[in-house]
């Protein structure tokens, strides 16, 4: 742990808000957006994820979220640019509903994976296994190293209830569906996050059918 | 009381705790994320659970004195509260906030009413035991000894 600290480091003082043009090597820390409504797994889920050894920023909704991206919903006019490098931000949905329609959902509309919450250190591990696969796979650098060098894995919450979840929010004008952005908070919130281009859903998601 | 004897008194309320049911495994997941540059994590986190929640208990509470019961607004506090509480391990605070839920889907005025009460027992009950396990750890650390780790084998 100390030897991946002291490579992460020298990198950051590179990357801080720059993206850089090395390839992320696998010790480098990934920077993991978690979004929760709730404080307490905001602090919960933090602390996984620094433990495993990830960056994290916490926010608490999926604008706040967009915010962080620099996809301010005012500045954007709604009209995502699908080219983006920020769709290849995988996304991680947790909730502690298992409503399977909603899993299927999130699933097709390209979350890479469905936590059952409470999370625990094995769910983050396994983020941490396939986030690494999945940098050594990708070899972009000619696009633009941003999704390369500063790769985030966005976990959101996803805490609405079948009949507040609004069928329409997930519809695209795109050919690739959106992310599982729809997430975190009130229909407010999901309906602005209704055209964010998607993630690369290139990784198989983890959930128990496909064990 | 010398530290030995603390130590054993912990392990053996901790244990209760679990068999009681007031902690479920994701407390063991807490636990595991506390370290030395982390010393308080737990008391943080549960501690924040009971001030953050205390709040939603009110919020609840208000909820359900209004003449037009908004019951998707009650639901949504309550689940609030089921994953917040299933986050720290507080097991029947989360099986309350579970029966609530289905009252609310019903409509049941009468019945969310009787849960909120039952989820406030349950809510103050859990406060008091892990009021009473941060004590003992206190106490312990006080002593100059150290906190045994949680054996999950042993139940």
Same mark, same amino acid.
């Given at each position: 742990?100390?030897?991946?600290?002291?490579?992460?480091?020298?990198?950051?003082?590179?990357?801080?808000?720059?993206?850089?043009?090395?390839?992320?090597?696998?010790? =480098?820390?990934a920077?993991?957006?978690?979004?929760?409504?709730?404080?307490?797994?905001?602090?919960?889920?933090?602390?996984?994820?620094?433990?495993?050894?990830?960056r994290?920023?916490?926010? =608490?909704s999926?604008?706040?979220?967009?915010?962080?991206?620099?996809?301010?919903?005012?500045?954007?006019?709604?009209?995502?640019?699908?080219?983006?490098?920020?769709?290849?931000?995988?996304?991680?949905?947790?909730?502690?509903?298992?409503?399977?329609?909603?899993?299927?959902?999130?699933?097709? =509309?390209?979350?890479?994976?469905?936590?059952?919450?409470?999370v625990?250190?094995?769910?983050?591990? %396994?983020?941490?296994? !396939?986030?690494?696969?999945?940098?050594?796979?990708?070899?972009?650098?000619?696009?633009?190293? %941003?999704?390369?060098?500063?790769?985030?894995?966005?976990?959101?919450?996803?805490?609405?209830?079948?009949?507040? !979840?609004?069928?329409?929010d997930?519809?695209?004008?795109?050919?690739?569906?959106?992310?599982?952005?729809?997430?975190?908070?009130?229909?407010?919130?999901?309906?602005?996050?209704?055209?964010?281009?998607?993630?690369?859903?290139?990784?198989?998601?983890?959930? =128990?059918?496909?064990? | 009381?010398?530290?030995?004897?603390?130590?054993?008194?912990?392990?053996? /309320?901790?244990?209760?705790? +679990?068999?009681?049911? /007031?902690?479920?495994?994701? +407390?063991?997941?807490?636990?595991?994320?506390?370290?030395d @540059?982390?010393?308080? +994590?737990?008391?943080?986190?549960?501690?924040?659970?009971?001030?953050?929640?205390?709040?939603?208990?009110?919020?609840?509470t208000?909820?359900?004195?209004?003449?037009?019961?908004? +019951?998707?607004?009650?639901?949504?506090?309550?689940?609030?509260l089921?994953? @917040?509480?299933?986050?720290?391990?507080?097991?029947?605070?989360?099986?309350a906030?579970v029966?609530?839920?289905?009252?609310?889907?019903?409509?049941?005025?009468?019945?969310?009413?009787?849960?909120l009460?039952?989820?406030?027992?349950? /809510?103050?009950?859990?406060?008091?035991?892990?009021?009473?396990?941060?004590?003992m750890?206190?106490?312990?650390?006080?002593?100059g000894?150290?906190?045994?780790?949680?054996?999950?084998? @042993? /139940?």
């Amino acid at each position: 742990m100390d030897r991946d600290d002291v490579v992460s480091w020298q990198r950051r003082t590179h990357d801080v808000d720059a993206f850089d043009s090395l390839h992320p090597s696998d010790t =480098e820390e990934a920077h993991v957006l978690a979004v929760d409504d709730s404080l307490v797994d905001r602090k919960v889920i933090e602390r996984l994820l620094r433990i495993s050894s990830f960056r994290v920023t916490t926010v =608490e909704s999926g604008s706040r979220a967009l915010q962080f991206l620099g996809l301010d919903e005012d500045k954007s006019s709604g009209h995502f640019d699908e080219s983006s490098a920020l769709r290849e931000i995988p996304v991680v949905i947790m909730s502690s509903e298992k409503v399977l329609a909603r899993i299927d959902r999130c699933l097709e =509309e390209g979350a890479e994976e469905f936590i059952v919450k409470p999370v625990k250190l094995s769910d983050v591990k %396994r983020l941490k296994a !396939y986030m690494r696969r999945d940098s050594r796979e990708s070899n972009k650098s000619e696009t633009g190293n %941003r999704a390369n060098a500063n790769r985030k894995l966005r976990e959101e919450e996803e805490e609405e209830e079948d009949n507040n !979840y609004d069928e329409s929010d997930l519809s695209a004008s795109s050919p690739s569906p959106p992310a599982c952005s729809v997430s975190s908070s009130p229909p407010s919130t999901s309906s602005s996050c209704s055209s964010f281009p998607s993630s690369a859903a290139a990784l198989a998601a983890m959930d =128990e059918r496909r064990l | 009381m010398e530290v030995g004897q603390m130590q054993r008194r912990l392990v053996e /309320f901790t244990k209760s705790l +679990f068999v009681e049911g /007031f902690l479920d495994g994701q +407390f063991l997941q807490l636990q595991q994320l506390q370290d030395d @540059s982390n010393p308080d +994590f737990v008391v943080e986190v549960v501690s924040l659970f009971f001030q953050d929640s205390e709040k939603l208990l009110n919020d609840l509470t208000s909820a359900l004195e209004q003449q037009d019961v908004d +019951f998707k607004k009650v639901d949504a506090h309550v689940h609030q509260l089921k994953g @917040s509480s299933s986050s720290i391990g507080a097991q029947r605070v989360k099986n309350a906030c579970v029966v609530f839920r289905s009252f609310c889907e019903e409509q049941n005025l009468q019945e969310c009413m009787r849960c909120l009460q039952l989820v406030k027992q349950e /809510f103050y009950l859990a406060k008091n035991k892990f009021e009473t396990l941060f004590t003992m750890e206190q106490q312990i650390v006080a002593a100059g000894g150290s906190i045994p780790a949680t054996e999950i084998t @042993s /139940f």
